[in-house]
């Protein structure tokens, strides 16, 4: 009796496997006592949403992201604190550490993604964007209290880089494409 999945397109921002790793055992974690299977059912990967629309030609961003990508380093990130969006599907996250340079990467990929003529929805703009990194969905509320527990337990600060930039189709998530950031020849 699962509601209706929400379908769309978004980019999102990847992490160096060690980050990866560590968010994931939150994931996990939150699996095992049955509080949230939500992302791993989903099939997401540990990621940055920086944009998201319901439709979209994916073929009108794989060069405009290949390019992007190309042009930037990868991004140092430190995830500092845990919060929860409270909107319907009672989502828990790990917000990283807002720097500059992640504030500059978002907003450079908003205006290339402007000069596209892509429309930027209001929670993507700059100026309104909040950056997070999804660890649970659908909490019931009864549980919130455990599962902010259970995330204090990652003795925060956890820190590494933002490598790979994507594009999903939701959902089930699947990865259409990603691009390394920075000139790095793929092996």
């Not at 209706?4 to 921002?13: R, V």
């Not at 993604?113 to 929670?123: H, M, N, P, Y």
């Not at 990603?178 to 793929?186: A, D, R, W």
Request: aromatic share 10%.
């Amino acid at each position: 009796m699962s509601q209706q999945q929400e379908q769309g397109y978004a980019i999102e921002l990847y992490f160096d496997p060690a980050l990866e790793n560590q968010v994931l055992k939150s994931w996990n974690v939150l699996a095992r006592r049955q509080i949230s299977t939500q992302l791993i059912e989903i099939e997401s990967r540990p990621h940055i949403t920086l944009f998201s629309t319901p439709s979209i030609d994916p073929g009108k961003l794989e060069n405009l992201l290949r390019t992007f990508a190309s042009r930037q380093e990868s991004l140092p990130l430190s995830f500092s604190s845990i919060g929860s969006l409270s909107n319907d599907n009672n989502v828990l996250f790990l917000a990283p550490t807002p720097s500059m340079s992640l504030l500059q990467f978002h907003s450079q990929l908003c205006d290339a993604l402007r000069k596209e003529g892509v429309e930027i929805g209001d929670d993507y703009r700059p100026d309104s964007w909040v950056p997070y990194c999804a660890v649970a969905q659908e909490v019931p509320k009864s549980r919130m209290a455990e599962a902010f527990c259970v995330l204090r337990d990652l003795k925060l600060p956890v820190a590494g880089y933002a490598m790979d930039i994507g594009l999903v189709e939701f959902s089930p998530v699947r990865e259409l494409f990603s691009f390394v950031l920075g000139n790095t020849v793929e092996a």
